[in-house]
């Protein structure tokens, strides 16, 4: 049976060699809105249209919209909350080795943390389709600003930004390297994700097979709960502090 036991989950991280893995609930209470759950994204942007490449490639206009009057802002007014900050310190203790993470807003760098691998890209970062010319977050929001779709100031090619669409594949190496990751660490340290979504949501059991502890950190439950020695049913911005300052 998994436990909710704070202490020993203190002290598995205190041993180091942790891995932390983290999803949209890791970014809730920096006001961002996860994907599934009552409130999510997807409750209220069908996922076909607004997350899919063969949407985009048809009609990129629809995701620069959002992107324009929803994604934009967020990102804009978001801060890395306590749960990024407790990942930071743990890795500036040298007790998490690396953040692997399904999210795109780039709070984790923000936070300070060093180590992280994205596995489903950044919404920061743009690209043009034609010439490949690379576009920061003030970048873009000017180009759409001017043309939705936004368009290169060199070529007039279409922007798009660094994010894996569904339909995509993951970045070179990444999910690769979080594998690697995932099977030399002694704690996997699962943080805000529904683990619903392939190839990461196979991590944990990567990490499991080859012998670390799981430890997951989540609102509700996962299919991989029965997998964990620990499990913690809170927000992560109230639970990583308390095992910090534990
Ligand atoms: P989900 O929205 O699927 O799951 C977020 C999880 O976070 C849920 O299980 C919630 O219970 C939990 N949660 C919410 N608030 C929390 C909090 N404050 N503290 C702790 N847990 C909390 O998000 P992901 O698992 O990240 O992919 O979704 C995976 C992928 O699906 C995303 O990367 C994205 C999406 O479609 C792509 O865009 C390719």
Redesign the pocket.
Known sequence: MPSDDLSGLCEAIAKGNVVAF?????S??SGIP????TD?F?TKYD?DKY?SIAYFEKDPSYYWSFFKDTRGPLLHDAKPNS?HIALAELEEKSKVNAVIT???DGLHQVAGSQNVIE??GSSRAFHCMKCRKGYNLPEAEEAVEKANPPICTDCGGILRPD????GEMLPPGAIEKAFDLARQCSLFLV???????YP?AQAPVVAVEAGAELAI????P?PVDHLAKWIVH????EVLPKLIEE
């Open positions: 983290t999803g949209a609930g890791v809730e209470e996860t994907y599934r759950g999510g997807w996922p997350a749960a399904q999210n795109i596995l489903h994010i894996v669409f569904f943080v805000g994700s529904s683990l619903v979504v990461a950190i989540n609102v509700d996962t809170e927000k992560a911005g």
